[in-house]
């Protein structure tokens, strides 16, 4: 998904080391704690970073600004805007339509982020330790929604959740006939029925992470863990959990991101409905920008979306390199 | 029975769940597109003949082909373009030391974060001006400039992990720096390559917003905002079959790349990310 660009990905192996110094910050060659980059400082080297550059900064990082920008103006996207200050912010603020939908948003995170990463930890911690034949075919099978249009699965579990779809029948077939409804067109489940898309996108990520992540822990933090007569959950506590600090920075910034930025989902399950039950920020951005002509408006809540985003991303990054036992 | 064989019976039956329900949603939606379009499907059905009739009528009604096409068109250039602007600046971060370096790097990250509905609007409204709306260059250009974040990060990552001395003893030998990327490096560096552009396509081929943004041609339409909109054209005609077809052709080129590049795919996600 354009959606699923590479979020939390982060660069932890030139991190380790701290070599803010060392990497050329200053352009000042350093002889004694040279790292990677050989030689003096070289011009030539913006000749090849130039292009890549030109492409961000005009069609992706200018962009950005220029949103904060109109998020100033009353304007129609038609005729001539006018200056509104912060009046934008102040109806985003006052509008309980957007602040519901910042709400949903939260709900979406709970589902996309912390039930996949908790059940990730779980399954990862219970079975890390067995011998398993096949284990690329699990990865590959657990791994391949992440790999499908967003649209695509959309109009699969709008399938799974129609009246008479899988989900309903299956109900109907154990005698639960009663609670089987149109899933998707229900006020009260229309949004967590969304939000369990999310969790199964995500789960299998979350999981293959972890996975990997327990091979990393050395075998001897386990067999101490033991000798210590600790049981399976002080072993978890204790060993896999300050292990996987990483890969759980990793999987919840990336999911909290995801959910922040769903739209493809939504636009093509429900639309924002019922009612209003699904609308979320990026729904509304598209709807004032592009439908109802309040290209302020939809810029000022893009800017508070944006702003979400990098909160998490920082302030995720912030709690794992501040631990003083790395 | 061992605590250890217990242990691995375990594992299997969390597997083996979990993997079944991250496949079903895929397989119900093709098992529903194999259907007939008279069949009347409830719930969990398993077609009694198998009939690719569907997808025909899906490919010739949801006009899949030119959604195909253009889709290719705009995932194949933005990869193939980003590809080279990430490996010429990724060779820059990761092997050269200039001023500037880390505050540019820095800024580029940002670009790995903020979302498209960030940028879509200005995109929107100055590309009408410049009469670029409506055609694939509103698709392409952002998209690129989108893309190059991961993949300069990407490369830098990799030029980082080469060995100093190599480009050293290139440069001792006289060679340019351009030498010394096409004849020493890029030689090895062909897994990250290839790493980068199955993500950046996958990714640019699952767009969806900026097409619904910036499209309205029918003939210019990608194959998930033409599969999006037959979804919706189809919607409480009771013509599921239908629509499953067609969502399984628009997905169907990335789970083929998919299944002969997984490892690739996986490690491009993770690799990189954790390496403590």
């Known amino acids: ?326 | 029975m061992t605590a250890a064989r217990r242990e691995q019976l375990l594992s299997y039956a969390v597997l083996i769940v979990f993997a079944i329900i991250a496949i079903y949603p895929i397989v119900s939606i093709v098992l529903l597109a194999l259907h007939k379009r008279s069949d009347l499907v409830t719930g969990f059905s398993i077609p009694d003949t198998l009939d690719f009739g569907t997808f025909k009528t899906a490919w010739q009604e949801g006009a899949l082909g030119r959604g195909l096409i253009n889709s290719f068109i705009v995932a194949g250039t933005v990869t193939v373009v980003s590809a080279v602007l990430s490996t010429f600046a990724g060779y820059a971060f990761g092997a050269m030391r200039f001023r500037g370096s880390e505050l540019l790097f820095y800024v580029l990250l940002l670009g790995l974060i903020f979302p498209y509905e960030a940028t879509v609007i200005p995109l929107y409204y100055v590309f009408k001006d410049a009469g670029l709306t409506d055609s694939l260059w509103a698709l392409i250009l952002p998209q690129i400039g989108l893309s190059v974040p991961f993949g300069t990060f990407w490369m830098r990552a990799f030029f980082r992990s080469t060995p100093g001395s190599l480009v050293e003893a290139s440069r001792l030998d006289g060679a340019s720096s351009f030498t010394t990327l096409w004849r020493v490096l890029l030689p090895q560096a062909w897994p990250a390559i290839t790493t980068m552009i199955v993500l950046v396509f996958m990714w640019t081929w699952n767009e969806f917003l900026l097409a619904l943004i910036m499209i309205q041609s029918d003939d210019l339409r990608t194959a998930p905002l033409g599969l999006a909109l037959f979804a919706g054209a189809n919607r409480g005609s009771n013509d599921v079959t239908l629509t499953a077809a067609a969502a399984v052709i628009v997905a169907l080129p990335v789970v083929i790349v998919y299944v002969f590049l997984q490892r690739s795919f996986i490690r491009g996600m993770f690799a990189g990310a954790v390496k403590e």
């Not at chain 1, 200050?85 to 985003?92: A, Q, T």
């Not at chain 1, 899988?166 to 609670?179: D, H, M």
């Not at chain 1, 508070?304 to 036992?325: W, Y």
């Open chain 1, 1 to 326: 998904m354009g959606v699923t660009a590479p979020t939390g990905v982060e660069d932890r192996g030139s991190r380790a080391p701290r070599p803010r110094s060392a990497v050329a910050g200053d352009g000042r060659a350093e002889p004694r704690v040279r790292v990677r980059a050989p030689g003096e400082p070289r011009r030539v080297a913006y000749l090849y970073v130039a292009p890549a550059m030109l492409f961000y900064a005009v069609f992706a990082f200018a962009p950005l600004i220029y949103t904060g920008w109109l998020s100033f103006f009353d304007w129609d996207g038609i005729t001539v805007g006018t200056w509104a200050g912060l009046d934008n912010y102040r109806e985003l603020w006052d509008d309980p339509g957007i602040r519901t939908s910042f709400v949903h948003s939260f709900v979406l995170i709970i589902f996309y982020a912390f039930v996949p990463c908790f059940l990730g930890l779980v399954l990862a911690s219970l079975i890390a330790h067995s011998r398993v034949r096949g284990a690329t075919f699990f990865r590959a099978v657990l791994f391949l929604p992440q790999t499908i249009a967003t649209v695509v699965i959309a109009i699969a579990w709008v399938w799974i959740y129609a009246p008479d779809g899988p989900l309903n029948e299956a109900l109907r077939a154990v005698g639960l006939g009663s609670l089987a409804r149109g899933w998707l067109g229900d006020f009260d489940f229309a949004l967590p029925a969304l939000g369990l898309v999310g969790s199964w996108v995500m789960f299998g990520l979350c999981l293959v992470l972890f996975l990997a992540g327990i091979q990393k822990i050395p075998i001897s933090l386990y067999e101490a863990a033991r000798v210590d007569g600790a049981g399976r959950v002080r072993e978890f506590f204790a060993v896999t959990l300050p292990g996987l600090r990483g890969e759980l920075a990793v999987a919840l910034t990336l999911t909290t991101i995801m959910a922040l930025r769903t739209f493809d989902l939504i636009y093509v399950s429900t639309a924002g409905g019922p009612g209003t039950q699904t609308t979320v920020p990026s729904v509304l951005v598209y709807q004032n920008a592009f439908v109802n002509g309040k290209v302020g408006l939809a810029a000022a809540v893009a800017v508070v979306l944006t702003a979400l985003i990098f909160v998490v991303a920082f302030g995720i990054t912030r709690i794992v390199d501040r631990d003083p036992s790395r």
